[in-house]
């Protein structure tokens, strides 16, 4: 059985951003069964979890002697492992995993720059230029985004990892306004989120945090 960690009580509020939901997400499109082990804060920083993620993070991935880190291997893992998550043809198959590092890499670190500074240095002197110069960056982004996206469902031709690692990054402007511009992003997110898939996933982290919250 496939075993993954995630928060015990996660720090965003049941709005599935944590990235154990992405690994959800991927296990339910290809059909696997999995068992959650939450996770405290304090927990996460003990040996028995280093020894897992030496970076004392979730999720962590483990079935039989494999144990994996990191949600974009993880998930990179799963859609090598299972059909339903990657393109059988190989360019099409390489094309989907650049889509995987773009969400990732391209898109994500300034949209976590963005958070980083909200939560860390909302009381700095500096703080709005600096918010200004990071969402003008994400704006670059979501324009070159949105433009290649067009007016297709998904980033590549049939949905794939790419999409749903890019979906996952998206879902983090949610409330922001920067998404607003871009009708046709907004309606790729909206797709992703209408997968019964990710409706399982999303459901299964939110009742987490609904169990912590009433505990």
């Known amino acids: 059985m496939i075993t993954i960690t995630a928060f015990e009580r996660s720090p965003d509020g049941g709005k599935g951003l944590a990235r154990d939901m992405r690994v959800r997400w991927a296990l339910e499109e290809v059909g696997q ?59 099409a198959r390489a094309r989907a995993i650049s889509w995987m590092f773009a969400a990732l890499t391209t898109m994500e670190e300034p949209i976590v720059e963005r958070e980083a500074a909200r939560y860390l240095e909302g009381d700095k002197p500096w703080f709005t230029q600096r918010l200004l110069v990071v969402e003008e960056r994400i704006r670059k982004r979501l324009r070159e985004l949105s433009n290649r996206l067009g007016d297709a469902d998904w980033l590549d031709g049939a949905f794939s990892a790419g999409d749903l690692e890019m979906v996952s990054v998206l879902l983090r402007l949610k409330g922001s306004g920067l998404l607003d511009g871009y009708p046709n992003l907004s309606a790729y997110v909206a797709c992703g989120e209408a997968r019964p898939a990710y409706k399982r996933a999303f459901d299964a982290q939110l009742a987490v945090f609904k169990a912590a919250s009433a505990g």
């Open 33 to 91: 069964p999995y068992e959650v082990r939450l996770l405290s804060f304090k927990a996460m920083k003990e040996p028995a979890h280093l020894a897992l993620n030496p970076f004392g993070q979730i999720p962590t991935y483990q079935e039989g002697d494999l144990t994996l880190f990191e949600s974009g291997a993880i998930v990179l893992h799963i859609a090598e492992r299972h059909a339903g998550l990657l393109p059988t043809d190989a360019n």
